[in-house]
């Protein structure tokens, strides 16, 4: 059985729609069992035979956690080892989902899984932090950083970005900050080939028997839409594409470049924080789709959620 945490998120949704559609056999808690307590997770973990554990709840407010921190290394640090901990006693794997912020933005080629983590912020320390603590936890794990989420479920730039386009004449988007974004099926996607192709899903019925060497190796890998952009350029194209579908009325509405200092937020933004996703590819045998793609197709799906863009 698979525990999915944080099924009531924007990416725990997702996955919930992805298990259900493929039939697979999953419980979801999100704030019901509070991953900040070990007991809780213990307690709901007790008499169940649980071979995947996927984490998706963490503190997520960028820029808020900038004065809340003691509650963001609580979410994305203490956590997340607390899970693993469980999912050590349990005798299960873990997915855990983490993040470019974890990187300082310098440089201008795809950051490897191997480079050093040098957050700028406090979401990306705790989060730097809590992939350390589910490495030292357990060793079936897979740490999946992905970037610039967005999905039907939930608040997200592109929901944000039409609603604005429908309600202002100009836009003003940073245009200095580049990276991925990603469409959450695409990470659901990965998730599902990793338990697909690792599972003993179906014959495990004892947790002592001896770990067998998993098919797509425990470690780091990055999970992001193909191709990069920048804020603005995503912007660009959200505009032209959302236009052509009717989503965008107010065809008039500029969409204007601007610097990262012109927009200063609370929490500092790496600059480049493009994923080279090539250690995931070759480890599923998969491409991943190019982000215009994936954004074409959250657009057109019914699963789109139009009230979100009035
Ligand atoms: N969104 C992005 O752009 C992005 C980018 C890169 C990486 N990520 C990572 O992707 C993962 C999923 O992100 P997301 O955007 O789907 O997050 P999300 O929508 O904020 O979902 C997180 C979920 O965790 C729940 N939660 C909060 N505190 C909890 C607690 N103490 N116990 C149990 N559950 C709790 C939240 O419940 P409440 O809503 O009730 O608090 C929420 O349902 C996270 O690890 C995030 O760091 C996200």
Known sequence: MIWLIG??????????????????????TDIDVD???????????????????INCAAYTAVDKAESDEVLADKLNNTAPGNIAKVAKESGAKLIHISTDYVFDGTGNTPRTEEMPVAPLGVYGVTKAKGEKSVISNTDEYYILRTAWLYSWHGKNFVYTMIRAMNTHDAVKVVSDQRGTPTFGPTLANIILKIINQNSTLENKNSHDEIPSKPS??????????????????????????AVELGLVTNKDCTVNPCTTEEYPTPAKRP????LSKAKIQNALNIRLPQWQDSLSEFLKSGLFEKDRIM
């Not at 099924?7 to 979801?28: H, P, W, Y």
Request: aromatic share 12%.
């Open 7 to 28: 099924s009531n998120g924007m990416l725990g949704t997702e996955i919930a729609r992805e298990l259900k559609e493929n039939s697979v056999d999953f419980i979801g």
């Open 35 to 53: 991953i900040t307590n070990i007991d809780a997770l213990r307690s709901f973990a007790k008499g169940k035979v649980i071979d995947w554990i």
């Open 216 to 241: 797509v190796p425990y470690g780091i890998y990055h999970c992001t839409d193909e191709g990069e952009t920048t804020w603005f350029e995503f912007t660009k194209e959200i505009k032209r594409q």
């Open 271 to 274: 600059a480049y924080s493009v």
